[in-house]
């Protein structure tokens, strides 16, 4: 015997699905609480809102909001959906018939609320600048790292280092926030520069876009990674030459190293040093060849500017308009 194609429908009937009556609520009875929202309200984040408000127009689907009701009953405050309840509200000005929302309440105190944010698995994700302020929030009210990282679902590093961001200065979260410098070189250079940091970067930006670049990364900064088979004879040198010291040798080190004695010249026999000073010799050849690369790019960028008629003067008269 044959059965007919199951539906949501047969499926409520037998069992298989229980129904649950949905809450709406009028979008008119929504509210958004000041402050609680962290993102930038920004070109980036009218574009999103743009586009999501485009996508409602055009009969898309979206999650329900989540909310708390508001004590006087006069309606209900916006947990997360706060890019959904902007896209909605735009979407109604050019005449989308919507007048009510679904929503689905929220449990939990208000530490619990802010950190839906990062929680939520709908929508965009904060941006780095953004998610450090909801950090340093956190911060505010009394939570420590460890409490913030179990509250967020994030790394105890991750939360460390994005505090750092939250308490730079100005300029240098410009700059992140810009997208001219990565989350990753901008936190190592407040921890190397501290209030210096962004104006460091900010010569840093300026030689990355004198080389074509957009953005700096590590590399603009350090360097090319040097090519890992010159990196690991280096990296077997150093094994070499610490497995090479005796008892006598490692244990003046560490007094040296914790302040115990004076510095004082150790005897190592050239041996122990001969791969290492090999390998070093293997790195500066690689370092050389790229500073004299780098020396013929930027000699070749500036010639175009430079070039002249041999035995002309050169002059400042400016060709006149016709």
Excluded at 49 to 66: C, H, V
Excluded at 139 to 152: F, N
Excluded at 187 to 208: N, S, Y
Excluded at 250 to 257: S, W
């Amino acid at each position: 015997m044959t059965h007919p194609p199951a539906s949501f429908k047969t499926m409520i009937k037998d069992g298989t699905i229980k129904r649950a009556d949905a809450m709406k609520v009028r979008y008119s009875d929504i509210r958004v609480k000041e402050g609680f929202n962290l993102r930038d309200l920004d070109d980036e984040y009218d574009a999103g809102i743009e586009a999501l408000a485009s996508y409602i127009l055009d009969g898309g689907t979206f999650p329900a909001l989540e909310v708390i009701a508001l004590p006087d009953g006069s309606g209900v405050e916006v947990v997360d959906g706060h890019r959904r309840y902007d896209a909605i509200g735009r979407a109604i000005q050019r005449g989308a018939p919507i007048e009510w929302v679904a929503v689905v309440g929220f449990q939990g105190n208000e530490i619990e609320r802010r950190a839906r944010i990062y929680t939520s698995n709908e929508g965009v994700k904060l941006r780095p600048l953004e998610a450090a302020r909801g950090f340093k929030r956190f911060r505010g009210m009394g939570l420590d790292i460890e409490e913030i990282a179990a509250l967020v679902h994030r790394s105890r590093p991750h939360i460390e280092n994005y505090l750092v961001l939250a308490d730079a200065e100005p300029d240098l979260q410009a700059l992140v926030r810009n997208g001219a410098v990565s989350v990753e070189v901008a936190i190592d250079a407040i921890r190397r520069h501290g209030a210096q940091a962004g104006e460091f970067l900010g010569g840093k930006v300026d030689q990355a876009k004198a080389a074509g670049k957009t953005k700096v990364t590590a590399s603009t900064i350090h360097g090319r990674a040097l090519p890992r088979k010159v990196v690991s004879p280096l990296i077997s040198g150093v094994d070499a030459f610490i497995n090479g010291l005796d008892a006598n040798q490692r244990a003046t080190l560490l007094d040296v190293q914790e302040g115990r004695v004076a510095t004082e010249t150790i005897t190592i026999p050239t041996v122990a040093l001969l791969e290492l000073f090999q390998a070093h010799g293997a790195v500066e050849t690689v370092r050389s060849k790229r500073a004299d690369k780098q020396r013929r790019a930027t000699e070749a960028a500036a010639a175009p500017g430079q070039a002249q008629i041999p035995g002309q003067e050169p002059t400042d008269e400016r060709p006149q308009d016709h």
